[in-house]
């Protein structure tokens, strides 16, 4: 067997499903927006974009190598698709060669090292992973954690501390491009149980370093999390991971029905019949393991791995007042451990079979996985045929609903789209979205009363116990948008300012209401809103002249001057800031 060969043949294979991809594909408005297209903070590399990834979530994880890997695109193509979808696709190619290396030296076993990366290379379950521009923190983290295994399983093998310290410091940036895979190294402890050749003291050594950069990330991330606690009680939390276990080993098997969204209709508890079949299919599983870990210790060892690579997912079930039990990216590196567990159980059998047989068994299951791996990344297109996908798998799913509005509006058909909003709302009457995608569209036709009757119905909607969304902040901007167009000073300032009392980190919130605020000649005030705005977003020169406006107003000459500077350095065209400058500083006898 030529296990080079082999493996050339699964990337060039991996490659023809992915390249029309990377070729076609937009982005689509689900967080490539967020991450990307809309996010300031990547649309640059110098020192003050690379301090501000490196201080902030996004908004919910800490994902700053990330972020700088598509800083470095925006550098060399800006905004244009192609080379953040090739992106994607070489760190799968790459991980799909880490996969053989690591587990050929884990499992001693070239062959079923061949059949582990071939399963995770083409199957469908990955396709969201390597299509999704916004699934570059799972390609990234998945790619360096392998990196670091493979950096570690050398260290065990030639004893090089070198290599120790290249595995350990991997790690860490693994954890600096998603946390997730946190948990992934110490299953070798395991399999050093397995193996009959753990130490405990060798273990302690070896791992605490690891240990220690674990709980540093981990309370980084758990902060970015806190909402989901807070929402979701300890058993619904181990209900839905039953679920989400049960569901991506399903999905492994027979991979159909795969969408981006995977939402909880029903209340999550324990006298349900789908958790009560999830928690003990579960157990059983276990159990089956724990069982068999003398007679077949790879079967645990990829149970564990698969738990290990699976489990921090869990802190995500809950996105915006919607339960998601799911997302098919969580599994990416999960594949692994769940193609060695169905390896080692048929490993025993295919040494069985003729290499006749082998060969045609091999070649059926690659062209099957293929060609459902290729039907689900056409999917990615775009946000039209994303959602669209969503809604076949889940009908009259709410948020899917919405965004095809969304996608659709954009593509010119505004009848559909609006038809699409409405059925949104009347199915979920607190989709927030729906209504403020419904009072766009009308104060865009001119329908001020339409657009004020929707927003605040939209706002009249929102539970009482619910966290502040994104969206809710949207719909009071916008309310005081319309309120200010009609004349009502007072309305539209306490609109505005209702929106930052709700969200006090926004800074659209910010900004929206410093600028009326100046409008209306309260500048003290105004002062203040523009200070916090430029906290937040201090790359904003508009925003800073705007500052320097208020602050002359005020008679703080110095410090408008100083904001003037800071404007007139960052763009030297820019006339009316030079202009204002110069008299300020006249003024000020310099």
């Known amino acids: 067997m030529n296990s080079r060969k082999i493996l050339i043949g699964i990337l060039a294979l991996t490659a023809l499903i992915y390249l029309p991809g990377v070729i076609r594909n937009d982005f689509v408005s689900l967080d490539d927006m967020l991450l990307i297209t809309n996010n300031d903070k990547v649309h640059g590399i110098d020192p003050e974009h690379v301090w501000r990834i490196f201080v902030s979530y996004d908004p919910e994880l800490y994902v700053p190598l990330t972020l700088l890997t598509y800083q470095m695109e925006y550098t060399i193509t800006g905004l244009h698709p192609f ?306 996908q969503a809604l076949k798998i889940y009908p009259g799913f709410p948020v899917a609903l919405n965004n095809l509005g969304a996608a659709t509006y954009t593509a010119g058909d505004t009848a559909r789209a609006v038809a699409l909003y409405e059925e949104a709302i009347e199915r979920d009457p607190t989709l927030t979205s729906g209504y403020v995608n419904i009072a766009l569209h009308r104060r865009k036709m001119g329908n001020v009363e339409g657009a004020l009757e929707a927003i605040r119905m939209g706002l009249q909607k929102i539970p009482a116990d619910r966290p502040v969304l994104e969206e809710e902040v949207k719909a009071w901007n916008i309310l005081g948008s319309l309120l200010d167009a009609r004349g009502m000073r007072e309305e539209a300032l306490a609109a505005y300012r209702k929106a930052v009392e709700r969200a006090p980190e926004s800074g659209n919130a910010q900004y929206n209401l410093a600028v009326t605020l100046q409008k209306y000649r309260l500048f003290p005030e105004s002062r203040e809103h523009f200070l916090t705005y430029l906290a937040i977003v201090p790359r904003d020169i508009e925003a800073r002249y705007r500052l320097a406006a208020v602050e002359a107003e005020m008679g703080l000459l110095p410090e408008a001057a100083k904001n003037l500077r800071i404007v007139v350095t960052k763009d030297p065209e820019y006339e009316k800031a030079a202009e204002h400058l110069e008299r300020i500083r006249g003024l000020m006898g310099e």
């Open 83 to 388: 080379l953040y979808h090739l992106d994607n696709l070489l760190l799968h190619l790459g991980s799909i060669v880490l996969v053989f290396m690591v587990l050929k030296r884990l499992t001693k076993d070239e062959r079923l090292a061949l059949f582990i990366a071939g399963i995770f290379a083409l199957h469908p379950l990955n396709a969201e992973t390597v299509s999704w521009a916004a699934a570059r923190k799972d390609l990234l983290s998945g790619f360096l954690i392998l990196l670091s295994l493979w950096m570690f399983a050398r260290y065990r093998e030639t004893g090089s501390k070198r290599s120790y310290q290249w595995s350990l410091g991997i790690y860490a940036l693994a954890l600096m491009a998603k946390v997730s895979v946190i948990l992934i190294p110490f299953s070798i402890l395991l399999l050093d149980l397995l193996h009959g050749d753990f130490r405990s003291k060798k273990g302690s050594v070896e791992f605490l370093p690891f240990t220690g950069i674990a709980l540093i990330f981990g309370g980084i991330a758990f902060f970015g999390k806190t909402i989901q606690f807070q929402e979701l009680g300890f058993l619904e939390q181990i209900l839905l991971a039953c679920k989400a276990l049960v569901f991506y080993i399903w999905k492994f098997l027979l991979p159909t029905g795969l969408s981006v969204y995977h939402p909880q209709f029903s209340p999550v508890t324990i006298a349900a019949p789908e958790f009560l079949i999830s928690v003990a299919l579960v157990l059983l599983l276990v159990g089956t393991a724990f069982a068999l870990r003398k007679k077949i210790p790879l079967l645990a060892f990829g149970w564990v791995f698969t738990f290990l690579a699976i489990a921090p997912s869990f802190m995500n079930f809950w996105k915006k007042d919607t339960i998601y039990f799911a997302s098919d990216r969580y599994a990416y590196v999960g594949v692994i451990g769940l193609a060695l567990t169905l390896g080692a159980l048929l490993l025993p059998v295919w040494k069985q079979c003729s290499p006749h047989i082998r060969s045609i068994l091999a070649s059926i299951i690659a062209l099957g996985l293929s060609g459902m791996t290729f039907a689900q990344a056409q999917t990615w297109q775009g946000s039209t045929a994303l959602y669209t």
